[in-house]
């Protein structure tokens, strides 16, 4: 989400955008795929397609987000609230 933000927020300098191209959101949920997959080995967590459930636990995450009006600094620049 903090990516989504930053790519979309004019306040974020191109440089900035530019180095966040290689942060993509899909490749953050992969990266975490692996270690997913050995939790689930070891029954600490649900079983199901990895890439699905992480996405659903952010998704959870930014809504609770949402909610509460959590505000967001990036850049050192308070952005509006998600």
């Known amino acids: 989400m903090l990516i ?4 979309v927020s004019d306040k974020i300098p191109e440089k900035a955008k530019q180095l966040l191209t ?8 992969e990266k ?10 070891i029954r600490e967590f649900c079983e199901g397609n990895p890439t699905r459930l992480l996405n659903c636990y952010f998704s959870v995450i ?4 949402l ?8 850049a050192g620049e308070r952005m509006s609230t998600f």
């Open 4 to 7: 989504h933000q930053a790519n």
């Open 62 to 65: 930014t809504e609770v987000m």
């Open 67 to 74: 909610q509460e009006g959590i505000p967001v600094e990036i």
């Open 32 to 41: 975490l795929v692996p270690f997913f997959i050995k939790e689930q080995e």
């Open 22 to 29: 290689k942060h993509s959101e899909e490749n953050s949920i």
